[in-house]
T-cell receptor, first 110, second 113 residues
Framework: AQRVTQPEKLLSVFKGAPVELKCNYS??????LFWYVQYSRQRLQLLLR??SRESIKGFTADLNKGETSFHLKKPFAQEEDSAMYYCALSLSGSARQLTFGSGTQLTVLP | DAGITQSPRYKITETGRQVTLMCHQT?????MFWYRQDLGHGLRLIYY???????DKGEVPDGYVVSRSKTENFPLTLESATRSQTSVYFC????????????FGDGTRLSIL
């Protein structure tokens, strides 16, 4: 069965410091991975998806199939980055349901 | 995105009561999904639908019922609410094209006393 693991429930960094949010997955099919962000009491928003290889708000993520990881990185954290971050795996069926990790609450300290 | 709306935003009810959460999308997306969000579990899929009159179970469907008589609406019903169903519920939709991501509503915060 598919699984997404985010080992850090809470992560605090200082403004201007690099940040890395870890995500590991297990899936027998061809993985498609996403990062979603949820600011306080707001809806989830798509941040990144591995197939687009974009950089959004300074964040990047690379799919490493050998290590089954999709870590989210930003070289210089900003206070407005404080939010809950979810890593998600899309299943290969037609509905492409998402399996989410348990989330990492990022706090960027001034 | 204003294209997907959930109602109510907040709901308090009692155990044993029936409660229905509404989800409406204006994009004519084929796929719609219901998730619940709980601390320590992230989001878990309850039910999803590929089109009108086509629904399927997700990871945690017990105690929930869905219907989809129209493409734009996907209501979620708790037939006899239990305290373990206290959660934040998110609806999402996705276009039928394989490369399109899911778009989420604002969520409904449901408390069952």
């Amino acid at each position: 069965a598919q699984r997404v693991t985010q080992p850090e429930k809470l992560l605090s960094v200082f403004k201007g410091a690099p940040v890395e949010l870890k995500c590991n997955y297990s899936y027998s099919g061809s993985p498609e991975l996403f990062w979603y962000v949820q600011y306080s009491r707001q809806r989830l928003q798509l941040l990144l998806r591995h197939i687009s290889r974009e950089s959004i708000k300074g964040f990047t993520a690379d799919l490493n199939k050998g290590e089954t990881s999709f870590h989210l990185k930003k070289p210089f954290a900003q206070e407005e980055d404080s939010a809950m971050y979810y890593c998600a795996l899309s299943l290969s069926g037609s509905a492409r349901q998402l399996t989410f990790g348990s989330g990492t609450q990022l706090t960027v300290l001034p | 995105d204003a294209g997907i709306t959930q109602s109510p935003r907040y709901k308090i009810t009692e155990t044993g009561r029936q409660v229905t959460l509404m989800c409406h999308q204006t994009w004519s997306h084929s796929y719609m999904f219901w998730y619940r969000q709980d601390l320590g579990h992230g989001l878990r899929l309850i039910y999803y639908s590929a089109a009108a009159d086509i629904t399927d179970k997700g990871e945690v469907p017990d105690g929930y019922v869905v219907s989809r008589s129209k493409t734009e609406n996907f209501p979620l019903t708790l037939e006899s609410a239990t305290r373990s169903q206290t959660s934040v519920y998110f609806c999402a939709s996705r276009d039928k094209n394989w490369d399109q991501p899911q778009h989420f509503g604002d969520g409904t915060r449901l408390s069952i006393l």
